[in-house]
T-cell receptor
Framework: AQSVTQPDIHITVSEGASLELRCNYSYGATPYLFWYVQSPGQGLQLLLKYFSGDTLVQGIKGFEAEFKRSQSSFNLRKPSVHWSDAAEYFCAVGVAGKLVFGAGTILRVKS | DTAVSQTPKYLVTQMGNDKSIKCEQNLGHDTMYWYKQDSKKFLKIMFSYNNKELIINETVPNRFSPKSPDKAHLNLHINSLELGDSAVYFC?????????????FGPGTRLLVL
């Protein structure tokens, strides 16, 4: 069955430091991969997506993600974190017309 | 302009009641979805409709009944509410599910069953 694993429940980084959020997926075919962000009490906003082509994709708010087929991973990165990035981040794989989500990673930013 | 809107934003009700949540999208999309986010923040699809036709129906109790009067609206009616129905319900829409296009989410409806 298709699944998405986000190994880190919480991550804390200092403002200005770099960030990497991990995501591993299990899916037999070429995956459609997404990262969404959810701020407290808010809905989900799409950060970026991978469908095909260049394995390094750029998103909004300075985020990028790299698709690595050999590792079944789609990790999210940002070179310099801002306090406003504190939120919960969800990785998802598109399967048969629906999104299968990971459990989410809560990002805390300390000043 | 809000792309995907939901009403109400908050809903507090007693066990056993019947309630509805409404969703509207103004993106011109053909497909709409309902997702449930439980207390542990885990998100899971419940239903999807394409052009008013049900195409995904996950293992959801039949107390939950989606209704799509037109392709811009997808409402969720819940009968005989239970404590375990407390969650955040998100509506989403996309253009073509077959192509796994991006799903755009509404702000969520926070349901608390007492």
């Amino acid at each position: 069955a298709q699944s998405v694993t986000q190994p880190d429940i919480h991550i804390t980084v200092s403002e200005g430091a770099s960030l990497e959020l991990r995501c591993n997926y299990s899916y037999g075919a070429t995956p459609y991969l997404f990262w969404y962000v959810q701020s407290p009490g808010q809905g989900l906003q799409l950060l970026l997506k991978y469908f095909s082509g260049d394995t390094l994709v750029q998103g909004i708010k300075g985020f990028e993600a790299e698709f690595k087929r050999s590792q079944s991973s789609f990790n999210l990165r940002k070179p310099s974190v801002h306090w406003s990035d504190a939120a919960e981040y969800f990785c998802a794989v598109g399967v048969a017309g629906k999104l299968v989500f990971g459990a989410g990673t809560i990002l805390r930013v300390k000043s | 302009d809000t792309a995907v809107s939901q009403t109400p934003k908050y809903l507090v009700t007693q066990m056993g009641n019947d309630k509805s949540i409404k969703c509207e999208q103004n993106l011109g999309h053909d497909t709409m979805y309902w997702y449930k986010q439980d207390s542990k923040k885990f998100l899971k699809i419940m239903f999807s409709y394409n052009n008013k036709e049900l195409i995904i129906n996950e293992t959801v109790p039949n107390r939950f009944s989606p209704k799509s009067p037109d392709k811009a609206h997808l409402n969720l009616h819940i009968n005989s509410l239970e404590l375990g129905d407390s969650a955040v319900y998100f509506c989403a829409s996309s253009q073509d599910p077959g192509k796994q296009e991006t799903q755009y989410f509404g702000p969520g409806t926070r349901l608390l069953v007492l």
